[in-house]
């Protein structure tokens, strides 16, 4: 028996052309029928770091009985020269999510995979407490049960007030150990409240993780690091699957 949240988790690869470039995480999100990759918009284009990647790589399972039985689906990044990826925008500037829709017709019909959708998103924000056990389904530094093709889960906690906009930023902190590879996770928390329409995946989806945080006065040679990362509020994605 697969727990639904691993299935709904998959790794993406990015590449130049044939190229690879880095490993991360994403999940899928859908939305009256349509079916979207959701994952860090860094993955897709990094200015700072120079990371102009021309297409991605997802893993799908389609065998329900063999979860070792999996095939790769290429996605294009850009069509006539112009991104085919949604990102968000807000008051305090661009927001680190980004969502595909990805073709039906480009999925196999033995696909199997679980998605999130707006019934497993947040109502009210007031609902979460600073210190809500939280987890983070995802593929840090690439590493997976390269098997069954099935990502790990970390624990965190939330570490910010969840109803304020950190530092005016559309995101929480989160207090967990991560590494590389994790961007583009989903971060869930167990559905208190029987749903029907979660019912084969009982989560709620707060955020999507981003990056670690740290300080630059920090020694460190003396100081360890702060071990707190930005989860990206996921109610975004009511406005990045729009229309």
Known sequence: MIESLLLAATRVLTFTQEQPLTNASG??????????????????????????????????????????????????LYSEGKAIWRQGLDVAGDVDVAAIEIERAALPKTTVHRAFTPSHLLGSFDQIEVGTPLLMVGFPLGFHDTLHHMPVVRHAVVASSFGLRFQGHGYFLTDARTHRGTSGAPVVMRATEQDPERADLPWMLLGVHSAV???????????????????WYADILLALTEG
Not at 213 to 231: H, Q, S
């Open 213 to 231: 945080i740290d300080i630059g006065t920090r020694d460190l040679n003396i100081d360890e690091a702060l071990g707190l990362n930005c989860a």
């Open 27 to 76: 999940f899928f999100f859908e939305r009256e029928g349509r079916v979207f990759l959701v994952t860090s918009r860094h993955v897709l284009m990094d200015e700072p770091s120079k990371h102009f990647p021309d297409r991605i790589e997802i893993e799908l399972h389609i065998e329900a009985d063999n979860m070792a039985k999996s095939t790769a689906l290429s996605i294009p």
